[in-house]
């Protein structure tokens, strides 16, 4: 399993911007998925947005247009760049890799976005 942290969260106001982290223990492979999911109080986990090995992006259409997912495979780190923050976007976000059929998930970092 690929050991992950979270970085980033925070408290913004609405129409704000974050940029969450996600560093893995040692390189990600350009053949691993990578992804952001978040869970917001009350609700169940739900996608965010993928890059698969091929580099071609998948959005949830909620952020689609505000959010951008990217990787660095030599630095071991996910990045998940938000902007025009809404309420809604209110959760904890994880970061997910898929390897080797089989997912690690890290520990989440909160997002709140309230004025």
């Known amino acids: 399993q690929v050991q992950l942290v979270e970085s980033g969260g925070g408290l913004v106001q609405p129409g704000g911007s974050l940029r969450l982290s996600c560093a893995a223990s040692g390189s990600i492979f350009s053949s691993d998925v990578v992804g952001w999911y978040r869970q917001a109080p009350g609700s169940q986990r739900e996608f965010v947005a993928v890059i698969p090995g091929g580099g071609s992006t998948t959005y949830a259409d909620s952020v689609k247009g505000r959010f951008t997912i990217s990787r660095d495979n030599a630095k071991g780190t996910v990045y998940l760049q938000m902007k025009s923050l809404k309420p809604e976007d209110t959760a904890v976000y994880y970061c997910?890799?898929?390897?080797w059929g089989q997912g690690s998930w890290g520990q989440g970092t909160q997002v709140t976005v309230s004025s």
């Open positions: 997910n890799v898929y390897r």
